[in-house]
């Protein structure tokens, strides 16, 4: 029997995800990253402040055909955090950190048509992205959210998991997001949610804002790939795909229209390819005390854009949530 989540199969974690939602504005965060290093400092008010953990970047860059671009060295980046200048302690040129994936699989009526496709698809992905260090996870969502998988290195389970996905009637997509991002949250590595949906939300409880908080908190890169089978169709729910953009961009992913299975392919192919071929950047924050949400910046510098062309694109989160122990 598939775990299930939310309000979808038993209610205690429903209760759960409310309690949690409405905590989100009133307790402070904490978010995880690899590594740590157990360092404190008392400040007036009795707080304790713990600001040197090891901020982690990764970082993807490509060029003007989307290909991504190798060939950078730490000198080429420019970090900012809140517009102050960090130093750069750790630099890899292809991030050989474990992945963890949860698969978010759309199986509403909308997508009933197109989920054989996807389906294919995504055994095809589990195949060629599936090292022994990595794992995968498989969501499906409609009206509810279900967990039909839990994390594995074995691509047989993915796929047989895969096989077994059940159509419903809405689709919780911001659910969906929430739930996999939990489920990532404390895991060690990078981290990613590959969303394969039309991109429209007819029934979650989570809203937009919770889900890119419960994402950014997490350390998720989001990859969404948006199904449209037909190109100018007047149903289509263009706010819900601009929000998975938007979602993608904040996140350090990106997103991807497919209308085909060759289409679905070269999205899964592309987002491989980019998750094999990451910078990671990391860095201690200079400033010890600043805003719950801190916002990251990167990007190449002038020497940089005169040697490797001024058409090279950097993909990165945008923030992370700082640490605070009351």
Do not use: W
């Amino acid at each position: 029997m598939p775990n299930s989540f939310g309000r979808y199969a038993y209610n205690g974690h429903y209760m759960k995800l409310h309690f949690a939602s409405l905590l989100l504005c009133v307790l402070p965060i904490t978010a995880y990253s690899a590594p740590q290093i157990p360092q404190q400092s008392a400040v007036p008010g009795g707080t304790i402040e713990v600001n040197v953990r090891l901020v982690n970047v990764l970082t993807s860059v490509e060029d003007r055909t989307g290909a991504p671009y190798g060939g950078l060295q730490k000198e080429d980046f420019r970090l900012t955090e809140d517009g102050e200048v960090q130093k750069v302690a750790v630099f890899e040129k292809q991030s050989e950190l474990p992945l963890s994936i949860v698969m978010a699989m759309d199986t509403s009526m909308s997508t009933r048509k197109d989920l054989p496709l996807e389906v294919a698809s995504a055994r095809r992905f589990t195949r060629a992205i599936l090292r022994p260090v990595d794992a995968v996870a498989v969501f499906q969502f409609s009206t509810f959210v279900s967990q039909v998988q839990g994390f594995t290195s074995d691509a047989r389970s993915v796929e047989q998991a895969l096989s077994h996905l059940k159509t419903g009637v809405a689709t919780a997509l911001y659910d969906a997001i929430y739930l996999s991002a939990e489920a990532l949250e404390k895991r060690k590595g990078r981290k990613v949610i590959v969303l394969i949906t039309d991109g429209g939300d007819t029934s979650s409880k989570t809203n937009y804002a919770e889900a890119l908080r419960a994402a950014q908190i997490a350390e998720a890169m989001i990859f969404s790939i948006i199904m449209v089978p037909i190109q100018a169709d007047a149903g289509r729910d263009t706010g819900g795909e601009h929000a998975l953009m938007q979602l993608s961009e904040d996140t350090g992913g990106r997103y991807f229209y497919a209308s085909s299975i060759t289409q679905l392919d070269e999205a899964f192919r592309r987002i491989s390819d980019e998750l094999r071929t990451q910078y990671l950047l990391a860095y201690y924050p200079n400033r010890k005390v600043g805003a719950e949400f801190r916002r990251i910046h990167l990007e190449l510098t002038p020497a940089a854009l005169e040697r490797h062309g001024r058409s090279l694109k950097l993909r990165y989160r945008t923030g992370y949530y700082n640490s605070k122990i009351e």
